[in-house]
């Protein structure tokens, strides 16, 4: 049953950053309550990111060794000294929670910076030259999608040495297939467009063909793909973390304050709940954001 | 239909032989001298390092030694684990049923509930219902799995005690392999107590590992529905007059169910890269926690053909459902 009353569903992809399409393209987001839910919920994460190191009552690595395992100040024996109580060797949690939002979000945007640089590349060249160039690259983008992602991202890492900046290279490599193959295909129903020849017949160079003509057509599911890889690679990295192989203790991201925090399950337990809910409302705000996109950028996926 | 076949072998070939390209390139990567580390020996002398380079063929040119390494994995040699001295193969073997016993069960688990739930969200589209079971497949598709299943452990098991913390069986059973998959031995021996201890064993990690799958799953069966209820055909079937559960499970399941066949096969390496995470928190002895461990021993003959097995097994099983798909599905099968 379509609704009839909806409007009209707009005929291309407005990519344009021109100020009617971004109302249009507000006014489609703005009727998604969860992506707009979770745009907020992102603010805040990003606030409270930026304003770490004045905002957080203590340092993150200071340790108070009177004050261990102090529980969160509802529960029996907390204070208000540590809201969020402290872990095993006494550091505050809100303090070390707040500061993990920043590498949490450093990891995400420098990893889809990496992935999408390095699959825009690869793509445009794939889906503008095609011949060999686009085979060689295609069946390299196979190879990496054949390993299941983690387990790659684990070997790859352990190849390289653990810690955070080659966990955040090894999830990059992981994901940059999905933009490579998003592109090309983008590319190749663009390529003989009538406005692609035009501008090849006004004699614009391969470059710019590629980047200043084509590229800016492609965006829409570049931007919702860009958006998925962003919580996708959060919480990979908390898994690398959590297996030991990612960021290293002391440093205070989610997955390794988890996997520090196993031991301590039974006695207790919000060492262990509250890294895991920190990154799990980030990354369900991340994806409530992402499905608003899809639904604001891609015309043929729209609910009427 | 025959033709399609070969043409899906030949393109796998080109994929296989980088995956083995991959693995062979990896061990030269390890910081530090790649034969040491294959032969997990330190501080040796220098005619033992002689003895090694010629062991491990350091010697010849790069592409002998990468056909000497294909010439072996073709002959059944994988290599042996630095730590056991045992084959990588008979250890992959060994280990290899927990986690498709333990993957099985995640995938039934996801399917048994995902596709229902689909359907029903589709077939209430913009009620409350609706969006709360998207609601909770959103959450679920966003979930941290390795803090999840820490979460199940510290209610199921810790507070209400009604499940173990790890491991496939209680203690106190010993069951011979017959099969290597814990439930159906315990069948076989007719014992219904290791049977209840090993299903006990099995439903925390099965919940946590086809959670991202069981969301998956549910958000596709969705939107595939909805999309084939805008069909012409269904509109066609409700005008004949047909019940509303006539049309919804004759006419518009029945094709919604195609690309959701595709997703189901997709998740595959979705498990294998939870059963990393999820086989390490329940202590559950397969080939994720089997990995996991050689990399933190540093065995990289285990590590590097492990990963090749795994991805041999992967990409088998998407082989197999590209090939479902097209038998069901007479329209890719021309394309």
């Keep these: 049953m379509t609704d009839t009353t909806a409007p009209l569903p707009p005929t291309e992809i407005a990519p344009a950053p021109r100020a009617s399409g971004l109302a249009e ?56 000294e540590f809201v969020l109580g402290t872990d095993a060797v006494g550091r505050d949690m809100l303090s070390r929670l707040m500061h993990g939002a920043r590498f949490s979000l450093i990891i995400g945007v420098i990893v889809v910076a990496l992935s999408l640089l390095g699959g825009i590349t690869l793509g445009l060249l794939a889906g503008y030259f095609r011949g060999w160039v686009d085979v060689v690259i295609m069946r390299v983008m196979d190879i990496i999608l054949a390993f299941p992602s983690l387990l790659l991202a684990l070997v790859l890492v352990a190849v390289l040495g653990p810690g955070l900046v080659n966990a955040m290279l090894a999830i990059a490599i992981v994901l940059q297939p999905h933009f490579a193959r998003l592109v090309r295909a983008a590319v190749m129903a663009e390529k003989n467009r009538e406005y692609v020849t035009s501008a090849k017949l006004a004699g614009a160079s391969h470059v710019r063909l590629m980047l200043m003509t084509i590229l800016p057509n492609c965006l829409a599911p570049l931007i919702v793909q860009a958006t998925l890889s962003f919580s996708g690679a959060i919480l990979e990295a908390a898994a690398l973390g959590f297996l030991g192989l990612g960021a290293q203790p002391p440093t205070p991201e989610w997955g390794t304050m988890l996997a520090t925090a196993r ?42 | 239909m025959f033709k399609f076949i070969l043409q899906r072998l030949g393109l796998i070939i080109p994929t296989l032989i980088g995956i083995t390209i991959c693995t062979f390139g990896f061990v030269r990567l390890i910081p530090g001298d790649p034969i040491l580390a294959l032969a997990g020996e330190r ?30 994995l073709l002959t059944g040699n994988f290599g042996d684990s630095l730590a056991t001295h045992r084959p990588v193969l008979e250890e992959f073997a060994k280990l290899f049923p927990a986690t498709i016993e333990l993957s099985i069960f995640a995938l039934i688990l996801a399917v048994a509930i995902g596709i229902p739930a689909g359907i029903f969200a589709a077939v209430k589209r913009g009620s409350w219902i609706d969006q709360g079971l998207m609601g909770t497949a959103l959450v679920g598709y966003s979930m941290p799995i390795f803090w999840w299943g820490l979460l199940l452990i510290i209610l199921f098991s810790v507070t209400l005690g009604w499940t173990p913390v790890s491991g496939r069986i209680g203690l106190q059973f010993f069951l011979k392999p017959i099969t290597g998959f814990m439930t159906i031995d315990s069948i076989l021996y007719g014992n219904w ?143």
């Design chain 1, 263 to 304: 031991e301590f399950i039974q006695r207790a337990p919000w060492v262990v709940t509250l890294p895991g809910l920190c990154i799990l409302v980030t990354v369900l705000a991340i994806n409530l954001i992402g499905d608003g996109l899809r639904d604001a950028l891609d015309p043929k996926l729209k609910r009427s």
């Design chain 2, 43 to 72: 501080g040796v002398s220098a005619e033992r390092y002689a003895e090694l380079v010629v062991k491990y063929g350091f010697d010849k040119p790069l592409y002998e030694q990468y056909f000497a390494y294909l010439g072996q």
């Design chain 1, 25 to 80: 393209f507000w006014h489609y987001f703005s009727q998604n309550k969860g992506a707009v839910l979770g745009l907020f919920v992102l603010a805040i994460v990003v606030l409270i990111a930026l304003l770490a190191p004045w905002i957080a009552p203590y340092d993150p690595t200071l340790q108070f060794k009177e004050a261990l395992l102090r529980p969160p100040v509802w529960q029996q024996g907390g204070s208000w």
């Design chain 2, 193 to 335: 107590a290791a049977l209840g201890s090993a299903l006990r064993s099995l439903i925390l990690p099965a919940i946590v590992l086809g959670t991202i799958p069981l969301a998956v799953i549910a958000r596709q069966t969705r939107s595939a529905m909805l999309e084939v209820m805008g069909e012409d055909y269904v509109r066609t079937a409700r005008a004949k007059g047909l019940s509303g559960r006539r049309v919804i499970g004759l006419h518009a399941l029945r094709n919604a169910l195609i690309p959701v066949v595709t997703t189901i096969g997709l998740q595959i390496g979705v498990l294998m890269g939870g059963a990393i995470l999820t086989e390490t928190i329940f202590s559950w002895p397969g080939i994720g926690r089997w990995l996991v461990d050689s990399i933190y021993k540093r065995d990289y003959a285990v590590v590097q053909n492990g990963l090749l097995l795994v991805s041999l097994i992967v990409m088998g099983v998407n082989l197999i459902v590209d090939l479902l798909y097209a038998a069901i599905n007479p329209r890719i099968r021309v394309q």
